[in-house]
């Protein structure tokens, strides 16, 4: 979600400092190439096939648990067990 409100100002930002809608586009595409290349990154690490995926998958989930139990005014709960 953050990476979404970084893409409208930026996109925003493009926008007002070209011409017209198909140089904004590319300005944009040229300011967040890095940005996007490391969320692909990330998101592609985290969703490892096997073992090595399930632990770096669950392991956050369960820390998350653990310290927004001992200290909940610092640690929110995870997002996925407030779905469950």
């Known amino acids: 979600a953050n990476s979404a409100l970084e893409d409208v100002k930026i996109l925003s930002d ?17 300011r967040r190439a890095k940005d996007s290349e490391t969320l692909v990154r990330i998101s592609r690490e985290l969703d490892r096939p096997g073992t090595l995926g399930t632990i770096t998958f669950i392991i956050p989930i369960i820390l998350d648990a653990i310290f927004s139990k001992i200290a909940p005014k610092i640690f929110a709960p995870n997002i996925i067990t407030m779905l469950q």
């Open 14 to 30: 493009c926008i007002d400092e070209t011409e017209n809608m198909k140089q904004a586009v590319h300005l944009f595409s040229k």
